[in-house]
C-alpha cells in the first residue's frame, strides 16, 4: 500500500501530465477531487501529532489580521509600529519563532494583528515553521501578505496558501445541496455551465454523493468544485503590502507601483503610509462607525456603534442590546439617506458615519 505522500505525489504527477480538453474534463475532475481528499487526510494525520504551544493565537477584539511574508520583510517592526507589542526585530532570518499578537485601535475598533514567522517555500507541508503560519491565517479575517522590493515571490506565498486550502480574496463557492435516499445525481444550474453534466457528476461520486439534488448558482470551474464540496477551505480577504519603500529609488518604487496598483505602500521602520494602511485594513474589513441620535438631541460622535460586514438597521437595534420594544421606524442621516432624516427600515442598508435614530413602540 503506497503511503499518503506517494499516493499525493502520484496523483500531482498525473495531473501535471494528463493535457486539459473536454475528453480529459472528467478524468481531471476526479483526479482533483482525489488529491484534495489525499490532502485532507494527510491534514488530519499530522494535526494530532503536531500541535503544542504558540502554534495558534486566541481570536480577540473586533476582528483579527494576520501579517505574512518571507523572512526578514519587515512583519515584526510593522506589529511594534501599529500596536503595543514588542516582538524581536533583527537583520537575520526567522527572527519571529512563534506567532506574535497585538491590538490596534482604530476608529474605536480594536482589531488584532498577529505577527506570524517567515512563510517559505513548503510551508503547507510544515517547513520552517509553515504549519503555525496556516493555523493562524486559517483564524484570519484578512491577510496582510507584506513583500519588500523581492515582489517576484508573491506567487511563491500564494501557492503555499493554496495548497494549503486558503483561498484569497474569493467568495465561498455559491451551490446548494440536498443528500436523498434515491434518485441519483440530479444537477441544475442558474447559469451556463462549461462544465460538461458528466465532468460535475464525476466530481460529486468522487466526494461519495449518489443521490442529490444540486443547484449551481454560478459557473463553476472543476477546481471551484472540488473546494465547494471539500469542508476545509478557507476563504479569506487580502490586502497586499509593500515594505521598505524607503530604501527605494523612485524608478524602482514607480515601477513597483504600476505592478500592484491595489498594493498599500509603507516603511515600517520610518512610519510611512501607516495612515493609509490603517484605513485600508478598516475599509477591507467592512468596519462601519455608526452614530446614534436619539431624537431631538445631537448625535453621540464620542462613542459609535462598530459594525462590520452587511450592516442594516437590524444590526444596529442588534448592536444597541438593550430592550426598547419594538421598532416602530427609524431616521438615517449621512451617505446611506436619499435626504437628510430618511425614515426607514430594519431592512436599510447604512454607510460608514450615517447617523441613526430609533423609535420604538
Ligand atoms: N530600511 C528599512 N528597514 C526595515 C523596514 N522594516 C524593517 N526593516 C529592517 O528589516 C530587518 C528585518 O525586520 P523584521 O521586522 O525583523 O522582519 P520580519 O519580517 O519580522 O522577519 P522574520 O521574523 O525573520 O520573519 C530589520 O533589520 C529591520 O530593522 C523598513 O521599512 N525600512
Ligand atoms: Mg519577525
Given at each position: ?9 502520484e ?20 483526479m ?69 499578537p ?107 454523493y449518489?443521490n ?15 473546494d465547494?464540496l ?21 524608478s ?11 498594493a ?16 485600508g ?81
Amino acid at each position: 500500500m503506497p503511503t499518503i505522500d506517494e499516493q499525493i505525489a502520484e496523483t500531482e504527477d498525473l495531473l501535471k501530465r494528463t493535457k486539459r480538453n473536454k475528453a480529459t474534463e472528467h478524468y481531471i475532475g476526479t483526479m482533483l477531487a482525489r488529491l484534495s481528499k489525499l490532502r485532507a487526510l494527510k491534514e488530519h494525520k499530522s494535526s494530532g501529532r503536531k500541535s503544542g504551544p504558540g502554534y495558534s493565537v486566541k481570536k480577540r477584539g473586533d476582528a483579527t489580521v494576520v501579517l505574512i511574508g518571507f523572512p526578514s520583510v519587515g512583519k515584526s517592526t510593522l506589529l511594534n509600529a501599529l500596536t503595543s507589542a514588542k516582538s524581536k526585530v533583527a537583520p537575520y532570518d526567522f527572527t519571529t519563532i512563534k506567532a506574535i499578537p497585538g491590538m490596534m485601535n482604530y476608529n474605536g475598533a480594536s482589531i488584532q494583528l498577529i505577527d506570524a514567522p517567515g512563510i517559505i517555500r513548503e510551508a503547507a507541508l510544515g517547513k520552517g515553521r509553515g504549519r503555525e503560519v496556516i493555523s493562524v491565517v486559517r483564524n484570519a479575517d484578512l491577510i496582510l501578505i507584506m513583500l519588500d522590493d523581492k515582489v517576484k515571490r508573491l506567487p511563491v506565498i500564494k501557492k503555499e496558501l493554496y495548497n494549503a486550502n486558503i483561498r484569497l480574496d474569493e467568495a465561498p463557492p455559491r451551490i446548494t445541496i440536498k443528500k436523498d435516499v434515491k434518485g441519483g445525481l440530479i444537477i441544475d444550474s442558474l447559469v451556463k455551465q462549461d462544465l460538461s453534466v458528466d465532468s460535475i457528476k464525476s466530481v460529486f461520486r468522487e466526494f461519495s454523493y449518489v443521490n442529490a439534488k444540486v443547484l449551481l448558482k454560478e459557473k463553476f470551474t472543476l477546481e471551484r468544485l472540488v473546494d465547494a464540496l471539500s469542508r476545509n477551505r478557507k476563504y479569506v480577504k487580502v490586502l497586499l503590502l509593500i515594505n521598505k519603500i524607503d530604501l527605494m529609488s523612485k524608478s524602482l518604487l514607480h515601477r513597483i507601483k504600476k505592478q500592484f496598483p491595489n498594493a498599500v505602500f509603507i516603511s515600517a521602520e520610518k512610519e510611512l503610509g501607516l495612515d493609509e494602511l490603517r484605513d485600508g485594513i478598516w475599509v477591507v474589513l467592512g468596519f462601519m462607525r455608526i452614530y446614534m441620535k436619539k431624537s431631538g438631541a445631537e448625535p453621540d460622535y464620542e462613542e459609535p456603534l462598530i459594525l462590520r460586514g452587511k450592516v442594516t438597521v437590524r444590526e444596529v437595534v442588534k448592536g444597541i442590546r438593550k430592550s426598547h420594544g419594538n421598532l416602530i421606524n427609524a431616521q438615517v442621516w449621512g451617505k446611506s439617506a436619499k435626504f437628510p432624516g430618511q425614515k426607514v427600515g430594519l431592512k436599510h442598508k447604512l454607510m460608514d458615519e450615517d447617523v441613526v435614530t430609533l423609535y420604538f413602540k
